[in-house]
């Protein structure tokens, strides 16, 4: 990236809050992703910091953020992003979010609907499809404590050596390892129970939702991304779904001058409504 970003830290009630900051102009917070943290964005914040004053926060527990021994929640990311906000005196923001962070994203808002002016997302978390992906309860199983299938697989691996089936065996902890690389992000989808997650599920506020919304989606990702985002296309009032061709869950990598076009349409679209 050829922007020259100004990194800073603040300590919060809930803990120390570490961001990337750069430009002038109407204010984007980019929320990032389940497995990612605030960097997901530079790509895209190099096509928009010149028109938009972009802030790209690591949540509480990701990145360079404070990762303090807490039990984490949907709830209490939105708090921490709202004492963000408050000490920085942010309001009248924009909201660019993907996966997790579009979760946490959609819940500030229908909490603080004056100070959102719109929202962006990419595969949108927070909503049930009617079909769960099948290696959903699989991932949850692989990173459940105690590590009953850790255990059991790792006892299993030398026999399936010597049987040569281990590959499949071997995929599964190489699997683990990379979800447990983000523990925050295993506790909030995994490790917590389920009638906790599904409390915090949004889709029957969804049509509450007044401000403006994009949701930009690649046509390759997986169903069950591609089905949540039309959750939000069919639920959110003033929507507006766009499905990308031929690309999948690397839309921001691999096109972020076609996606920093849309969010520039999708914003002055708004601004000039006012």
């Known amino acids: 990236m050829n922007v020259t970003l100004r990194n800073s830290r603040i300590k919060l009630p809930l803990g120390k809050m570490f961001w990337r900051e750069v430009g002038k102009g109407p204010i984007l917070i980019f929320l990032h992703g389940t497995w990612k943290e605030g960097s997901q964005w530079l790509p895209l914040i190099e096509h928009l910091h010149e028109n938009y004053h972009c802030f790209a926060p690591d949540l509480l527990g990701f990145g360079d953020s404070e990762k303090p021994k807490a039990h984490y929640s949907i709830q209490l990311e939105v708090e921490f992003l709202s004492q963000y906000l408050d000490a920085l005196r942010l309001s009248e923001v924009y909201l660019i979010a993907h996966s997790l962070g579009a979760w946490v994203a959609v819940t500030y808002a229908l909490k603080n609907i004056e100070r959102v002016k719109g929202i962006v997302l990419f595969a949108p978390e927070g909503v049930e499809t009617e079909k769960p992906p099948q290696n959903l309860q699989w991932m949850r199983w692989l990173v459940t404590r105690p590590p009953i299938a ?105 096109l972020p001058n076609l996606v920093a076009k849309h969010i520039d349409d999708f914003i002055k679209s708004h601004q000039s409504q006012v």
Do not use: W
Request: charged share 30%; proline share 5%; hydrophobic share 45%.
């Open 150 to 254: 850790y255990t059991i697989l790792r006892s299993l691996l030398p026999l399936a050596r010597l049987l040569k089936l281990h590959q499949g065996i071997e995929k599964s902890l190489d699997k683990r390892e990379k979800l447990l690389a983000s523990p925050t992000a295993c506790q909030l989808l995994f490790q917590r129970r389920a009638v906790e997650i599904k409390a915090e599920l949004i889709e029957s506020s969804l049509d509450a939702l007044i401000v403006p919304m994009l949701i930009i989606q690649g046509k390759n990702d997986t169903p069950d991304a591609i089905d949540k985002a039309k959750i939000y296309g069919k639920k959110v009032p003033k929507s507006q779904l766009v499905l990308i061709d031929k690309i999948g869950d690397d839309l921001l990598d691999e």
